[in-house]
């Protein structure tokens, strides 16, 4: 016996040896080849079972093949016949499976609803498929009447984030990655105002640095609120048409913006159009992307002297945020600590700001601010950040949706060097107020960057 026993020995080490090197030099071509028909086949084999257990199956009454018995007192029961008859039982009936496909980081598949289930039934299971398909995560991604597509992923895709910043056209910035495999992009032309909150160290700046860096080679004006006395946006002082650093400058910087508004306002007026984009390429002004650094600072009081200039900072800040995207006016605001205790002018400006990005919090008041009207599984998610991954938070997208995101490194070095090399770029602060400053951007360019929004 043992004349054959080396033989398999050796040849089993040789094919795990082999598996394991293949595996770790290739992952994706394993994948497809030895690791997705596995795992489409456990799917399909406990299917039921799983279904069963998640309360996802509905009682059905079927023909069997059964054997005739009687309950009779106490837990016995009696044959009446050895006989097996046909006759109606009710069963079990889990969802029916489509065709499980792969992609990179997992696989997909549609599921049927059944009499009576939504898409709500599943989001709420996705915990509990991700345990039984021995997978890092499971996310309901589309629906539609009837059906319901499972995306489920073998690994944490954010665990390592390697790609370039890339400008993505006007007001289009690849910053980071989707926890789906997709890129993450800040694009302000489909959500004109963000929120971005995060802890110390969580990737708040990080975020702020990789948008800058995109924004910076394109034809917008840059507009800057650093309440932490500068040291965080003087260092992109060449590719800023402005900037305050106290709460003073800052009013009157407002107050300027709420001009400007009003001058671009009555451009469109005169030549009947709704929004700057629609003006002719001649007169299209520039579009000016805001930032704003720590806002708690903006709403602070440390005495009663303050409370005029708190609110008519905050009354600023709302004109803007409800009537800065037509006019080409985007704001980006960031904060360590965004409570309701700061005042109604936060909760009001945070009402306007639709773009969601919530870093690792150290109070789950600023996570409730940011994520509080969104799905309640997104405040776990973001209450659930490591502090070991730095860049990683929950993110209300374009399309209504909440995902786990991550940016990728940039350093302050970086962000000041593209700064630096794009300052021609810069238009004058005068030349803007007055209206004289226009985008060197084209009807083409529009409608190219209009398809590239289009779903595919």
Partial sequence: MSDWLIPLAITVASVCTVLLVWRRLHPASFWLIV??????????????????????????????????????????????????????????????????????????????????????????????????????????????PGRVTLLATRGDPLSEVRILVLSE????????????GAPWVVDFRTVPHWLNTGATQSGKSTLLNALIT?????????????????????????????????????????????????????????????????????????????LVDEVAELFLMAHKGEKDEIASTATALLR????????????????????????????????????????RVNDPE????????????????????PANMPGTAVVVADDGRWYRARSVYVSEEIAEAAAHANAELTPAWADLLTGTDTVTVTDADLEALAREGEPT
């Avoid at 056209?169 to 789906?180: A, I, M, Q, S």
């Avoid at 600023?366 to 950040?385: F, S």
């Fill in 366 to 385: 600023t996570a409730t601010m940011t994520l509080g009207d969104t799905d309640p599984a997104a405040l776990d998610a973001a209450r659930q950040i």
């Fill in 35 to 144: 690791g997705y028909p596995l795992k489409t086949l456990h799917v399909y084999v406990t299917w039921g079972n799983v279904a069963l257990g998640c309360t996802l199956t509905r009682k059905r009454r079927r023909w069997r093949y059964t054997l005739d018995g009687l309950p009779i007192v106490g837990q016995a029961t009696i044959a009446l016949s050895q006989r097996r008859k046909v006759r109606r039982v009710q069963i079990d009936k889990p969802p029916r499976l489509g065709i499980v496909r792969p992609c990179r980081l997992g696989f997909r598949i549609n599921v049927k609803l059944m009499d009576g289930q939504t898409p709500e039934d599943y989001s709420a299971r996705l915990s509990n498929l991700a345990h039984a398909w021995r997978v890092h995560s499971v996310r309901l991604i589309s629906s539609r």
């Fill in 320 to 359: 803007l945020a409800q009537l800065g995207r037509a006019f080409g006016l985007y704001l980006f605001v960031c904060g360590q600590r965004v409570g309701s205790d700061l005042g109604p002018g936060v909760t009001a400006l945070r009402s306007q700001l639709s773009g969601r990005v919530c870093h």
């Fill in 169 to 180: 056209g006007l007001l289009r910035v690849r910053v980071g990655l989707l926890e789906t």
């Fill in 214 to 290: 995109g924004l910076s080679a394109q034809p917008v004006a840059l507009v800057g609120f650093d309440l932490k006395g500068g040291v965080e946006l003087t260092a992109y002082g060449p590719r800023l048409s402005a900037i305050a650093t106290e709460r003073t400058e800052c009013v009157g910087l407002l107050n300027d913006l709420i001009c400007l508004v009003k001058t671009r306002m009555a451009l469109c007026r005169a030549n009947k159009t709704r929004n700057i984009w629609k003006l002719p390429e001649d007169l299209r002004p520039t579009p000016v992307v805001v």
